[in-house]
Nanobody, 123 residues
Framework: QLQASGGGLVQAGGSLELSCVVSGFSFDEHHIGWFRQAPGKERKGISCIDYSSGITYYGDSVAGRFTISRDNAKNTVYLQMNSLKPEDTAVYYC??????????????????WGQGTLVTVSS
């Protein structure tokens, strides 16, 4: 299972760090993705990390502002979010997948999902 946390209310320009603790399965063949879903919009992949190699992906909307990282010893993936904007407001989810890396931003390729954590950015 995956447990996401760290969401909250922050002013525009501020920072938050989300955490995703993973348990119950081996990381070796998985990559972890962060997705977000704003009200009335579809869930969108914003960042992924391959747990073994550490290679990363960022969507255009977050590249240069967000950083994904992992701590293998703690079975935890982090999403450091800086320079937050009101349009970053959404429920953020972490998920795990064994699909090929090229699908890392595709929600339908993820079998395991966390419960979501709400990020609200005020203007």
């Amino acid at each position: 299972q995956l447990q996401a946390s760290g969401g909250g209310l922050v002013q525009a320009g501020g920072s938050l760090e989300l955490s995703c603790v993973v348990s119950g399965f081996s990381f070796d063949e998985h990559h972890i993705g962060w997705f977000r879903q704003a009200p009335g919009k579809e869930r969108k992949g914003i960042s992924c990390i391959d747990y073994s190699s550490g290679i990363t992906y960022y969507g255009d909307s977050v590249a240069g502002r967000f950083t994904i990282s992992r701590d293998n010893a703690k079975n935890t993936v982090y999403l450091q979010m800086n320079s937050l904007k009101p349009e970053d407001t959404a429920v953020y989810y972490c998920a795990a997948s064994t699909a090929p890396w090229r699908y890392c931003r595709i929600a339908s390729r993820y079998a395991h999902w966390g419960q979501g954590t709400l990020v609200t950015v005020s203007s």
